[in-house]
C-alpha cells in the first residue's frame, strides 16, 4: 500500500545552524503537503508542492518535489528558536485511486538549541 | 479565511458517557475529515465526507459514530471508549473539485481523555 517514509525522526540543532527532512513515497503522488505542528498545537499548512522538480522558497524556508514526483524535502537555512516544532509531510494520492486521502510521514521533531 | 474550528478544546469522560466533537469551517469546502493523533506521531485519517457522504471509512470502531448534517458542520459521536482511544482528534476540511488544490486546513483539535 501507499506509504510515506520521512527521515529523520528527530533532529537537534544550535541556533543559526540548517535543518533538512526528507520524505520519501513508494508511489508517484498528486502533491506534497508540508505541516508544521508546535507542542501542544495542531498541524499548520505550509505549503503545497504539484509540479515535477517545483521548487518554493519561504523566507528561509525551502521546498523541493522530485522529478518523479516521489521525493520531498525541505530545508530550513540559519534556524531559530521559533522553527522548533515536528514537520510533517503528506502525499496525495493518485486521485483516480482514493479521494483526498493525505499520507503522512511519521514527521521529522526539531529542537533547536539558542 | 482559512479556519476551521472544534469545539470542545478539551474533553474527559468515563468508558460509559456518551459525548460528541464538533467541526465547523466556513470556507466553502466539501470534503470534511476526521484524524485521531496520538503523542509524537502522525494523524491518523478516521473518516472523509465528501458532499456530506461518508466516501471513506478507515475501519474504525463502531463506538465512534460521524455525522455530517451539512456542508459546514461536521461532528464526531463518542459512545463506550475505550482509554486507548485518548489523543488528539483533528478535523480538517478541503476543497474536492480541483485536482491540485486538495490542501487540508486543520482545526485546532480536541484533546480527548477517557478514564
Known amino acids: 500500500g501507499q506509504q510515506v517514509m520521512q527521515i529523520p525522526q528527530y533532529q537537534h540543532v544550535q541556533e543559526g545552524e540548517d535543518f533538512t527532512t526528507y520524505c520519501n513515497s513508494s508511489?508517484?503522488?498528486?502533491?506534497i503537503q508540508w505541516y508544521k505542528q508546535r507542542p501542544g498545537g495542531h498541524p499548520v499548512f505550509l505549503i503545497q508542492l504539484v509540479k515535477s522538480g517545483e521548487v518554493k522558497k519561504q523566507k528561509r524556508l525551502t521546498f523541493q518535489f522530485g522529478e518523479a514526483k516521489k521525493n520531498s524535502s525541505l530545508h530550513i537555512t540559519a534556524t531559530q528558536t521559533t522553527d522548533v516544532g515536528t514537520y510533517f509531510c503528506a502525499g496525495l494520492a493518485d486521485r483516480g485511486s482514493t479521494l483526498g486521502r493525505l499520507y503522512f510521514g511519521r514527521g521529522t521533531q526539531l529542537t533547536v538549541w539558542p | 479565511d482559512t479556519e476551521v474550528t472544534q469545539t470542545p478544546k478539551h474533553l474527559v469522560m468515563g468508558m460509559t458517557n456518551k459525548k460528541s466533537l464538533k467541526c465547523e469551517q466556513h470556507m466553502g469546502h466539501r470534503a470534511m475529515y476526521w484524524y485521531k493523533q496520538k503523542a509524537k506521531k502522525p494523524p491518523e485519517l478516521m473518516f472523509v465526507y465528501s458532499y456530506e457522504k461518508l466516501s471513506i471509512n478507515e475501519s474504525v470502531p463502531s463506538r465512534f459514530s460521524p455525522e455530517c448534517p451539512n456542508s459546514s458542520l461536521l461532528n464526531l459521536h463518542l459512545h463506550a471508549l475505550q482509554p486507548e482511544d485518548s489523543a488528539l482528534y483533528l478535523c480538517?476540511?478541503?476543497?474536492?473539485?480541483?485536482?491540485?488544490?486538495?490542501?487540508?486546513?486543520f482545526g485546532p483539535g480536541t484533546r480527548l481523555t477517557v478514564l
Open positions: 508511489t508517484t503522488l498528486s502533491n
Open positions: 480538517a476540511s478541503s476543497q474536492v473539485n480541483l485536482v491540485y488544490t486538495d490542501t487540508q486546513y
